[in-house]
């Protein structure tokens, strides 16, 4: 079982997590319950791992043969670093799966020419601190920069575009980054580009300083409502059409479950929280 912690960074995903169930976040940041990868997001890390590696290649051999041949190996790599034997019920299945795979490697060429791109960075790490000691981490897919310096941040997807109506969470997780970009490089990206090879769509945004600044006051508010969160233990539990996936209803109040034990120390609400 792995050992407890206190977050003392904010991601897109744990942010995420926290505005959709407050228990989901407490689960799997704090208490870090065991959960099993499922299909589709094993899926993801394959073809991010194919599409960061082809990058690697000199850019007359990022083709679609080169990138499908990584495919073999990549998967290999991740069976061998973890148990995944529960994905599959048998050889077919897995056949299948591994097919919309291959399917997917194929729709991103059919999107963009590898070929006449020369990335600033691919699976990029950036942080930032900001000046109320937010601490703010994640991973963008690719970092593109021009001649001129304008810079395109760029995000695979396995999955299909989501209607207008039900963008903003995707939006989200791309002006987090383009707010870390502009703090510690001092450049508002031109352009964030989500790109779905589930439909062959893509989602284009373009942020304003003045957009990434009031970006960034909402962070602050919400990191200071986790935060405050983690130090008392309280997280309440929110019912969604989004339960249906979730892998920790045992624990929940809303299924009948019951969480464990607060792991970490508290404080009472309105005293002053641990540091951060």
């Given at each position: 079982m792995p050992q407890a912690t206190r977050p003392t960074q904010l991601s897109p995903s744990r942010a995420a997590d926290f505005q959709q169930c407050q228990l989901l976040y407490r689960l799997r940041a704090v208490d870090r319950l065991p959960?099993?990868?499922?299909?589709?997001?094993?899926?993801?890390?394959?073809?991010?791992?194919?599409?960061?590696?082809?990058?690697?290649?000199?850019a007359g051999g990022r083709t679609p043969e080169e990138a499908l041949a990584m495919i073999e190996p990549e998967w290999a790599k991740l069976q061998a670093s973890e148990d995944l034997t529960h994905l599959f019920e048998d050889p077919d299945d897995e056949r299948t799966w591994l097919r919309n795979v291959r399917r997917l490697v194929e729709t991103y060429f059919k999107m963009e020419d590898p070929t006449r791109l020369e990335p600033h960075r691919t699976e990029c790490l950036v942080t930032a601190t900001l000046d109320d000691g937010t601490q703010l981490k994640g991973f963008i897919d690719r970092a593109d920069v021009n001649g001129d310096g304008l810079v395109r941040l760029v995000d695979y997807k396995t999955g299909r575009r989501p209607p207008d109506r039900f963008s903003d969470k995707a939006i989200f997780q791309m002006k987090f980054y383009a707010l870390v970009w502009w703090r510690t490089r001092g450049t508002v990206p031109k352009l964030l580009r989500l790109i779905y090879l589930g439909d062959a769509r893509v989602l284009d945004y373009s942020p304003t300083q003045a957009e990434l600044e009031g970006f960034e006051k909402g962070l602050k508010a919400l990191w200071a409502t986790m935060r405050e969160a983690i130090a008392t233990g309280r997280f309440r539990?929110?019912?969604?059409?989004?339960?249906?996936w979730c892998s920790f209803q045992e624990h929940c109040p809303e299924f009948g479950g019951e969480p464990p034990t607060y792991p970490l120390p508290t404080v009472l609400p309105g005293l002053e929280m641990p540091p951060t």
């Open positions: 959960e099993p990868p499922s299909k589709a997001q094993v899926q993801g890390t394959l073809v991010h791992s194919v599409l960061e590696h082809l990058y690697e290649v000199e539990p929110q019912r969604s059409k989004l339960c249906g």
